[in-house]
């Protein structure tokens, strides 16, 4: 099973060699944008195989990042999605990937089904540029940067551009201090707080693979840019100019370009956060590819559940139980001992005061929030509660895991293999679901008994469950 930990700056270069072979085209992945974002975006991350898990928390729900392989075996990442399928189901998750690549979006659409809701917010693109273009600036369409370029060195013909090294952070940061006092003025929460970010990660360049470089004339810095290689692309986290030096931000682009896109196919410029004036200058410099981040949000079948159903058998009714009948089930759900095969102890998430009608609640608000089905198993007889059928452990490829118990006056009377069969044919015939599960403690012989004579199939076992099974054509 999958183990997440939440990712501490100082873990993030744990990353670097993933990041150094990524092939998405996406920003998101690498040291600089986890590292100056990581306030904003702080993500869990595990590993499965050589691939590298990153999920994030925005808005109460968790994005699993597309997994990174360190080999770029598209297999040993479908793997890796395997095991996060797994890791939502086991843990009543709604699976949500981001950061999605364009290359890979159709085989994982095609992996759910119709069962898909694909999305691509416009403001998070990167944009992608040819390296060769900003090294030279080719071109009819791109004269306007030429000539800007022109008038910085006829303005400014002692200019030089150098790399950075360590002994100039202090001359860096003062130049930084300007440009924040002049080009700061407007209060914009994204802008302090990469500026901030700028100021952090300044000192980690050596070890983070950090290349930069300074842009200077009359002995001052004027311009300041950073990146890191990753994949075929070279990412510029940061790009800053002084205001009033015209042509600065060209200039120290094509430099930059030209120290250190060596070998690189392509530059990536970030995304333009949904600014206008900055996507209207992204888009002047002609990028190769607007880089899509797909957000897939994948179903299951009970989520399109509006409510929980009726069914009739031979001898049951299976319906939603009702608020009278909460002292039957309240003795159904708090016997410790008939429960443990249910194998889970309510006794750890009940609070010190609760009422009986806290177990029902409890289900009811299980379903709400899509988390399982339960029913309550009723005699036709005489409309007596006597236990509880349950579809839950909803997973990603049409299957559910299916669960019974009952009231022990009940019991050896068949109705638990009746209600397990009727409420199996109906996840069939109405959910649409292609296997139904099911599992039992070892020591529980009779309900491994029941699962077989309603239709299951024994398919393992480990040290603690046996394992079973049912399709629809069996």
Known sequence: MLKFERTK??????????????????????????????????????????????????????????????????????????????????????LHFTNVPKGRLSALVLRYGASVSVSDNRRWRDYLYAAEDFKTYPGKKLAGQRNHINKFQKLYPDWTFRPYKKEDEPRVIAFLKEYEGVQLEKEDRLADEEIAEVYAILPHFEEFGIVAGILETGGKIVAFSAGERCGDMLIVHIEKALRGYEGAYPMIAREFARAFAENAAFINRMDDAGDLGLRKSKLQYLPAEIVDKYNILVGRAIDAVQKLPEIETERLTLKPVSDGDEEAYFRLASDVERNRFWGYDYRENMPEIAHKSWFLQSVREDFHHRMEMPIGIYLRENGELVGEVVLHRFGYHAEAEIGVRLLQEAEGKGYAREAVMAYTEYAFSKLGLEKVEAKCFLENVRSAKMLLSAGMRECGKDDIYRYFYRTAEM
């Open 9 to 94: 700056k100082e873990d993030i270069l744990r990353f670097k060699p993933w990041f150094e072979v990524q092939n998405t085209h996406i920003a998101d992945y690498s040291i600089g944008f986890q590292f100056m974002w990581h306030k904003a975006l702080a993500p869990d991350f595990a590993f499965f195989g050589d691939c590298l898990i990153l999920r994030e928390l925005y808005a109460g729900k968790y994005y699993f990042y597309y997994p990174v392989s360190l080999s770029g075996d598209e297999n040993a990442e479908w793997e890796a999605i395997g095991e996060i399928e797994k890791f939502c189901r086991d843990n009543d998750m709604k």
